[in-house]
């Protein structure tokens, strides 16, 4: 099948030679990794991408997911693609290496990802920068790592982040979840969490839910928040699954497209028996969400990235095939002969707007990614500062640009199929089971939700930035 999803020559061109990530190699984090390295990755992860992942897309579309005895089926073609997806070691792309994972650079976790992104359904269920198992990387005990890291690394268990509440809004300290201290030490979790990306399937095992609730008599706003980590199924001292926690899948989430999207609203504890751990700090969980939010803004502009790349690719093999119409320098001969829509003004302006913005997206996103990587990597204090200073600068204008600009995109992708000059054609830029209404439906999420998240970042981090006032 031909590779309509990323332009391999321009990513080897953003990465080696304008961002020369194979320097990276040279630091003590990164000494493992090398061109050569690299090169095979991007080869097998568009390999995978083009051979399993993009037929999956549509199947999974027209087949949706399932409530089913209180667990949510996804379509059987995940099932496939996941197997497939394991295999490769790709869940463990950026866990570290002591933890089982691949240890990569968070740029070249942007150029695999690239290929994986058209299929949001499938992508977003996987091990990304922005999930349980890095937080519990960053805040978890030894134990709660021993426990529960090696399966989610390893891609067995699935991650999910429980955050979001309906009457909560963008404003978090509206939240109700609660969790109750037990003589044990862990806690019974009580409250219902929704819409949860991925919040259950049959893809995993297990899954592990990073669920943010308040202790009972902490501050009723967001700094009496804390994380806990909920499993779906209870891990026995030996390490074997237990019974069911007490937690039941609501209903799912019925979107505008992503049908193969396992996102569903769960209820904790509604018997009294959720059981719970605390990882991190006390109170810390706003804290520490507004440090992982560099990541969550790297996963949103790699996932506009992804689906922009898709659908400039897709919109210019339709140019290329699509004949209809006549050269403009032959308007007026009734004889000329029919020509492909490529070779009209209009389409090469939109074709051109695409290409440019696709491209220039592409480049920010890795350098935003070198960014996270030097500011982690480099030896020299001045140095990891100065990276990191670009990092916070960046990464929110990433993700609000590459929604805003991707969605625009996949909306050109529509237009090319509809204009005045193929106007006979517009089933290309309209339908959802076409490749422009699957790539409008994927980007919607992330271009409509940016404010919201903005919102909230712009509310709460203050409190946690202090040290940029001094």
């Known amino acids: ?65 399932r409530l089913e005895d209180g667990c949510v089926t996804v379509p059987k073609g995940f ?30 976790w942007a150029a695999l990802s690239e290929g994986f992104m058209h299929n949001a359904a499938f992508a977003w269920n996987m091990p990304k920068p922005f999930c349980t198992s890095v937080l519990l990387e960053a805040i978890g005990s030894g134990e709660q790592k021993n426990k529960y890291l090696k399966h989610l690394v390893s891609g067995k268990w699935g991650p999910i982040v429980a955050v979001n509440e309906d009457g909560s809004g963008c404003d978090p300290g509206l939240q109700t979840t609660v969790a109750v201290k037990q003589a044990d030490g862990s806690y019974r979790i009580k409250g219902t969490k929704g819409p949860v990306t991925g919040g259950d399937s049959d893809l995993f095992e297990n899954i592990v839910c ?11 706003n967001e700094t009496g928040l804390s994380f806990f980590l909920v499993p779906k199924y209870i891990v026995n001292p030996d390490g074997s699954l237990g ?40 109170r810390q969980a706003m804290a520490v969400l507004m440090q992982s939010l560099k990541s969550g803004y790297l996963c949103c502009g790699a996932l506009a990235a992804g689906i922009s790349s898709t659908a400039y690719l897709h919109t210019l093999e339709h140019a290329r095939n699509r004949i209809q119409g006549v050269h403009i320098s032959q308007g007026n001969n009734p004889e000329a002969p029919r020509v492909p829509i490529i070779e009209h003004p209009d389409v090469r302006r939109m074709l051109l707007w695409m290409k440019s913005h696709t491209e220039g997206m592409r480049a920010f996103l890795y350098f935003s990614a070198l960014c996270m990587d030097k500011a982690a990597a480099e030896a ?25 600009k991707g969605f625009r995109g996949s909306r050109c992708m529509a237009a090319t199929g509809s204009s005045a000059t193929t106007r006979s054609s517009s089933c290309f830029g309209t339908s959802r089971l076409l490749p422009s209404g699957r790539s409008l439906q994927a980007c919607m999420p992330c271009s409509m939700s940016l404010r919201s998240w903005d919102a909230t970042r712009e509310r709460i981090s203050a409190p946690y930035y202090r040290k940029w006032d001094a």
């Open 210 to 220: 990073l669920v943010a609730a308040r202790v009972e008599g902490d501050p009723a």
């Open 243 to 282: 019974r069911r926690n007490d937690y039941s899948i609501g209903e799912i989430e019925r979107k505008l497209g992503l049908n193969g999207s396992p996102s569903c609203t769960i209820n904790f504890g509604e018997n009294g028996g959720c059981y719970g751990e605390l990882v991190g700090e006390q």
């Open 1 to 65: 099948m031909k590779n309509l999803l990323v332009d391999e020559r321009d990513q080897k061109f953003v990465l080696f030679e304008q961002l020369r990530v194979e320097e990276l190699g040279k630091t003590n984090l990164y000494g493992h990794i090398s061109r050569d390295v690299i090169d095979l990755s991007l080869g097998a992860a568009v390999d995978l991408a083009v051979r399993e992942s993009y037929p999956t897309m549509a199947e999974a579309d027209r087949e949706g997911c």
């Open 380 to 404: 020299d204090p001045v140095e990891r500062e100065r990276w990191a200073g670009m990092m916070e600068l960046l990464l929110p204008i990433l993700r609000i640009y590459s929604a805003d």
């Open 79 to 108: 099932k496939r693609l996941k197997e497939q997806y394991v295999k490769g070691g790709w869940p463990g792309v950026v866990a570290q290496r002591v933890n089982g994972g691949m240890g990569y650079p968070m740029s070249v």
